[in-house]
């Protein structure tokens, strides 16, 4: 055979060991980016597990909530009946005081008592009565149940509280139901 029928590079030796420089350099680069891989997945493991503990932790912070949430409810309930059981305590009283034979004037002054009594109560919870005789009809605060023809007062004027209305703060919890002027 001669040269020309062998296409072999002249020098083999140092083809051979540019290969082999190329091969570990390869193998280098291929195992940083294997130990960057792994890294990457350890990594990604500890996001992971820190994800799943802080969910678990909203989980629980949402649930001691929902029980604080509820037991402030129950406490609230607590302190308003609370404050209700002497108001019923005069009302078996004045029941008592009926049976027994007490006067109409002594059992009518007892009730008015027990009633602002009662009122007290449904002050210290922001609870008010809704001034409405007199007053311009607001369907926010009234519930017109009837017109009066022919009134003294200016029509959409409210001339009869049928049953009083009430607000606790700003919040209407029962609309007074009246009576208006027509016109």
Known sequence: MSDEENPLPEN??????ESQIAQELVEADFQVLQEQVQSLASERD????QLLLTMADFQNFRNRSKAENAQRALFATEKFVTNLLPVLDNFERTIRHAESGATKEALLEGIRAVERQLRTV???QAVRRIESV???FDPEIHEAIGFEPGSEYEPNTVVTEIEPGYKMGEKVVRPARVKVAGG
């Open 46 to 49: 500890q996001f992971q597990a």
């Open 12 to 17: 083999i030796e140092e083809s051979y060991e």
């Open 134 to 136: 007199g007053q311009p």
């Open 122 to 124: 449904l002050e210290g």
